[in-house]
């Protein structure tokens, strides 16, 4: 769950966490409290499905790793809202919120879908029992390709904050971002619907 900000997973500086036939996470660290991920799926599916599936926030929990549940709080325009999500801890981790405003768009030649993720958890108050996740953004985009395939490509960055040691929240991350996109990978087929405003290039 940033940003020519889907850059290209494979240069020198991005590093393999892990794969499979469908799905690889790449990772690299920005600082001491930030590491950037690029996490990608191919897989046969509608443009529309993925933004079904976003907009059904009750399902998080059936597709991001570690999530407990998330809410839309504000909706912008047809194509903004703000959503708060919410994720269990674990021993030594405490639980985190994190707010966040989504903005997409979509290519009207290339038929690319991106999904831009602002931070927005500065403009809303602290929610008691939870850590707020600081300098979250990011970005998703969806390339169409043959035969009815997609790419999906996930690209962002977070600061989990709080007293947390770097190593354990990496780790977290990384392997949350894996089981994330595994996921997504089959519960997309519950949501093959066109979706409005986008265009079906496949």
Same mark, same amino acid.
Not at 131 to 137: A, G, K, N, P, Y
Not at 156 to 181: E, R, V, Y
């Given at each position: ?14 590093? &393999?966490?892990?794969? /499979?036939?469908? $799905? %690889? ?10 590491? !950037?991920? #690029? ?7 509608? &443009?529309?499905? =993925?933004?079904?599936?976003? #907009?059904? /926030?009750?399902?998080?929990? #059936?597709? $991001? ?6 809410? $839309? ?16 801890? =674990? ?13 997409? +768009? ?17 403009? *809303?108050?602290?929610?008691? @029992? *939870? ?5 979250? +953004?990011?970005?998703?985009?969806? /390339? ?5 395939? $997609? &790419?999906?490509?996930?690209? @962002? ?9 770097? =190593? ?13 996109? %595994? #996921?997504?990978?089959?519960?997309? +087929?519950? *949501?093959? !619907? ?6 079906? %290039?496949?």
């Amino acid at each position: 769950m940033c940003w020519s900000l889907v850059a290209a997973a494979n240069d020198s500086d991005w590093q &393999l966490y892990k794969q /499979t036939a469908t $799905v %690889k996470v790449h990772f690299r660290q920005l600082d001491k409290a930030r590491l !950037e991920i #690029n996490a990608e799926l191919q897989t046969q599916s509608k &443009l529309g499905a =993925f933004m079904h599936l976003l #907009n059904d /926030t009750p399902a998080i929990t #059936n597709w $991001v790793d570690g999530a407990e549940r998330a809410q $839309v709080i504000a909706q912008v325009n047809p194509h903004s809202h703000v959503v708060h999500s919410y994720f269990s801890g =674990f021993w030594p981790v405490s639980p985190r919120d994190m707010i966040t405003q989504s903005i997409w +768009s979509q290519d009207e030649i290339s038929g690319v879908l991106s999904i831009d993720i602002i931070d927005r958890g500065q403009d *809303y108050p602290a929610q008691k @029992g *939870y850590v707020r996740m600081e300098q979250v +953004s990011g970005r998703w985009q969806l /390339t169409p390709l043959t035969e009815g395939g $997609v &790419l999906i490509q996930y690209q @962002g960055q977070a600061d989990p904050a709080g007293k947390l040691p770097h =190593f354990i929240g990496n780790k977290a991350a990384l392997k949350a971002s894996f089981n994330t996109f %595994k #996921n997504l990978e089959h519960i997309l +087929s519950r *949501y093959q !619907e066109p979706y409005p405003g986008i265009n079906e %290039k496949n």
